[in-house]
């Protein structure tokens, strides 16, 4: 008992130290208050549909939050310690009966209720001006019953697998074994006797054909037909009316008028043995996602759906599904606020992560190096998937492991991030709360204050280091 | 209170610190083979100049700082144990306390550390506002205090939790002389009080006011230890302090000191009054006439959560606050003196011993052939120390000798030519 009230005297102070900065506040209060404001007068002010003004409003609020939220965290965490080390307000605190340890807690404390305090205030205010935008918003019902089934609404995604598809394994290792003969013999004096450069060629080719060949069984020429096949669909345990296919194109040649006709054949069995329904979508902007209503009775009761493609004559293209989400089905799940918990939970997380860091460099660290050294990482983390695919053309297998090993420490906040999701009216499962958990707070964030804990616990307190 | 081992609070064997550069080299050697001991209730002086290692000991004796070499214990733990803590006051060199807090909020912060419970923050929190004289400014961020507030408020925070040893560096920088009297008394009434205090200073005259043992440091190394009234005590000459004398009793005192050491030169002068007293009077008289200041005020005796000693509580406390009105009205009475002569001799051993007028009046009147005895009340009443080692032999022969020539001359019971002030020989 006397132990937390020992680190919550820590903690509170904390708290103190934040809102007595009345400048910090201040600047938090306008701009967290200024953006969400401005934002929703914005959407209000623009033309266009109510479902795509919220769904931007959503996505570009609540990701600004985060990165506001995370910057004050890392200032602030890495401030808090440092500041009490160079103005040697640590003495008078860390020769009273409290350990290091547990004054690293009290601080992380102190950071953990802040953030609360602060996200759950800003993130209730976007809730109020989503709630506002689509009162006022919607011109007609058909908009209001949009928002409710496209943004107000948590829906479960699932990927198809396309029957037609191969084992492509062979085949692409096939190619990439020519095609490196190939360059051994019109390039020798790059390739012969350096192992590496044999090594870094080789893993981007097969990730070139194997790119390569998944998109030729995405792919419908003219006249030609794709059978997709979807498994795990329980629309009926949230009593939906209906699932959605959600689907982009990329059509080779571009359109002239961009346009694009789609014919569908849909069923709980294969359409090519047993036939389906059949349904035609006219004239359809490519590149840019639609939604196609298909009734919940098509779906068997063991979740599984088809969904043939065909590609009329009249379109004169070839039409690709890309595989970043050019498509899927998706049924509701469950309801927006629950989402919405999750996806401040999920921030909140990234929030808890960010002042383990924090703390850690500040521990360590002066302040400004402490900064710089997290605004990398942070940085890095944002751009995590980025990384990992520039990491591909890294040359050589060793680089490229030990890159992969020293990306694996830092956070992947873009692997953990709900705002596409929640502002499409897509689930934030479950899984991905827990993973970023357990992954990224337990495990990384454990790890790096056990760091700045052994380097605080040994460090000379009375020697300021600059 | 902690068991000791050895019956020491601090205890260091070749104590070293050497602060090396980021690659490793020897930079400076702060401090180098200190050996100390000090033993409970003592006022243990650490003096040295600046850059003379008293902090780095300090914070090597708190953890702060890694020891090089030798080692160290304090209330026989090893520096850095969280446990011992509970028992130490410690007042950094400066007041390193949050500038966003008040005084009274800061103080709670710290009573929260050593777990106090609410009740027991809030009554010591009120107790400590008190004694430093911060209770009206309680409210104010402690960003917006003076220096001599920020330490006074330092100190409270160190006394917070009624410490068996409190670590003093540098406790009167930046204080009025009021607040550096308040101060040292508040040294004297804790050591009194069964507490250790190690202070680390390097204004001389604090430290020889409240200390019982001292250590001098020069270079990080030590240069002399011991007890104060050993090391101060000179024996090379005699000192009286007397109300003033008539020019004819004057005379025959250098007269008879001729006689007896006739190689010796005499320096008879009138003693000033000090620029200390002088300031403490004034001040206490505007405080007495309750003019309004924005900054602290006189505080009141000690807190009175601090360990006492048994059954002295109502006492100690009526003793301190007698010592800071005491000094004041003995200046008082000295200024007013001026204007009405002296009203008998006064001896006076080299020390701060509060001078009592009926002592020293008896000492020259014709009915009296011994000073009186100091009785065992009247110690209790003044409690700092007196300098024991001077010897009061050759000022008691002379007056001995004077009453004795005076009574031979029949000389006349009043004294006619008096003069303002004090004769000092």
Redesign the interface.
């Known amino acids: 008992m006397?132990l937390m009230?020992?680190i919550?005297?820590i903690s509170?102070?904390l708290i103190?130290?934040f809102l007595?900065?009345r400048a910090l506040v201040i600047f938090y209060i306008l701009i967290s208050s200024s953006y969400t404001f401005l934002f929703a007068w914005w959407i209000h002010n623009n033309e266009g549909q109510a479902d795509e003004k919220i769904q931007t409003f959503l996505s570009y609020s609540l990701s600004l939050t985060a990165v506001m939220l995370s910057l004050l965290t890392f200032f602030f965490s890495i401030a808090t310690i440092s500041r009490d080390i160079k103005?040697?307000?640590?003495?008078?605190?860390?020769?009273?009966?409290?350990?290091r340890g547990k004054y690293l807690a009290g601080k992380f404390l102190g950071m953990a209720v802040l953030n609360l305090v602060l996200l759950v205030s800003t993130t209730g205010v976007i809730l109020g001006f989503a709630y506002l935008l689509k009162y006022t918003e919607p011109q007609s019902d058909y908009e209001r019953a949009k928002l409710d089934e496209l943004v107000f609404v948590a829906r479960q995604g699932v990927q198809p697998t396309n029957l037609d598809m191969p084992d492509i394994k062979s085949e692409v290792e096939k190619k990439v074994n020519d095609k490196m003969a190939e360059l051994i013999r019109s390039d020798p004096q790059i390739y012969q006797g350096n192992p590496q450069a044999v090594d870094a060629m080789r893993f981007n080719l097969t990730k070139d054909y194997t790119n390569e060949l998944t998109m030729r069984y995405r792919t419908a020429p003219t006249d030609g037909t794709i059978l997709w096949h979807f498994t795990g669909i329980k629309p009926k345990d949230h009593a939906n009316k209906s699932v959605i296919l959600r689907y982009k194109q990329e059509p080779y040649p571009q359109p002239p008028d961009d346009h694009v006709v789609n014919e569908w054949m849909i069923g709980p069995r294969n359409p090519l043995d047993f036939g389906g329904k059949g349904l035609r979508t006219d004239k359809q902007i490519v590149r840019t996602f639609h939604e196609l209503p298909i009734p919940v009775s098509e779906v068997s009761e063991e979740g599984e759906l088809y969904v043939l493609y065909h590609n009329p004559a009249i379109n004169r293209a070839t039409i690709v599904f890309p595989t970043d989400n050019g498509m899927q089905a998706l049924y509701v799940a469950g309801g927006f606020m629950g989402n919405f918990i999750r996806t401040v939970t999920i921030i909140y997380l990234h929030l808890l992560f960010s002042s383990c860091l924090g703390l850690a460099m500040g521990a360590w660290l002066s302040f400004p190096v402490a900064v710089l050294l997290v605004l990398v990482v942070y940085v890095l983390g944002l751009c995590s998937t980025f990384v990992d695919s520039a990491l591909t053309w890294a040359a050589g297998e060793t680089l490229r492991t030990t890159m992969n090993f020293i990306l694996k420490i830092f956070p992947k906040y873009s692997l953990y991030d709900p705002v596409p999701k929640i502002d499409k009216g897509l689930i934030v499962p479950y899984g991905m709360l827990l993973s970023c958990l357990g992954y990224m707070v337990l495990i990384k964030g454990g790890l790096v204050s056990l760091f700045g804990y052994v380097v605080f616990k040994f460090r000379?307190?009375?020697?300021v280091i600059a | 209170m902690v068991d000791v081992k050895k019956n020491l609070v601090i205890e260091t064997a070749g104590l070293t610190k050497i602060f090396r550069d980021f690659w490793g080299h020897q930079r400076v050697i702060a401090v180098e083979d200190l050996d100390l001991a000090i033993h409970p209730r003592e006022v243990f002086g650490l003096l040295g100049p600046n850059g003379s290692g008293k902090s780095t000991t300090i914070k090597m004796l708190l953890g702060l700082l890694h020891i090089t070499r030798g080692w160290a214990r304090i209330l026989g733990e090893l520096p850095g144990d969280v446990r011992i803590n509970t028992h130490i006051g410690y007042l950094p060199e400066e007041t390193y306390l949050y500038p966003f807090l008040n005084a009274r909020e800061t103080l709670d912060f710290y009573g929260r550390l050593f777990g106090l419970s609410r009740h027991e923050r809030q009554r010591r929190i009120e107790s400590l506002l008190e004694m430093v004289g911060l209770t009206a400014v309680s409210r104010r961020q402690i960003g917006q205090y003076s220096k001599g507030m920020m330490r006074r408020i330092g100190l409270a925070q160190a006394l917070i939790n009624d410490p068996d040893l409190l670590i003093l560096d540098e406790p009167t920088s930046g204080l009025d002389p009021i607040g550096t009297r308040q101060i040292k008394d508040l040294i004297c009434e804790l050591g009194r009080r069964g507490k250790t205090v190690l202070l680390c200073s390097h204004l001389l005259a604090d430290v020889e006011d409240v200390c019982d043992q001292i250590c001098i440091l020069y270079g990080g190394k030590k240069q002399t230890e011991g007890a104060v009234r050993e090391i101060l005590v000179s024996n090379e000459a005699s000192e009286i302090v007397s109300p003033l004398l008539k020019s004819e009793t004057l005379t025959k005192i250098e007269d008879i000191i001729r006689h007896d050491y006739p190689d010796y030169q005499l320096d008879v002068h009138t003693p000033r009054e000090r620029l200390e007293d002088l300031f403490l009077r004034i001040v206490s008289q505007a405080h007495a006439a309750e003019l309004e200041t924005s900054g602290a005020v006189i505080g009141s005796g000690i807190g009175d959560f601090l360990t006492d000693i048994s059954g002295e509580t109502d006492t100690s406390r009526r003793v301190l606050d007698q010592l800071v009105k005491g000094r004041t009205s003995q200046v008082e009475s000295t200024a007013a003196g001026r204007g009405s002569g002296p009203s008998g001799v006064q001896l006076t051993p080299i020390s701060e011993t509060p001078v009592r007028p009926d002592v020293l009046d008896s000492l020259t009147a014709p009915s009296s052939s011994a000073p009186i005895p100091v009785d065992a009340e009247d110690e209790r009443e003044y409690p700092l120390k007196k300098d024991e080692s001077v010897d009061r032999s050759v000022i008691e022969g002379l007056l001995h000798k004077h009453i004795d020539s005076e009574n031979e001359k029949d000389a006349s019971k009043n004294h006619p030519d008096t003069h303002n002030g004090h004769n000092k020989t």
């Open positions: 006397i009230s020992r919550w005297a509170r102070n103190k130290e007595r900065r103005r040697k307000e640590i003495f008078t605190v860390l020769t009273k009966p409290l350990s000379e307190l009375a020697r």
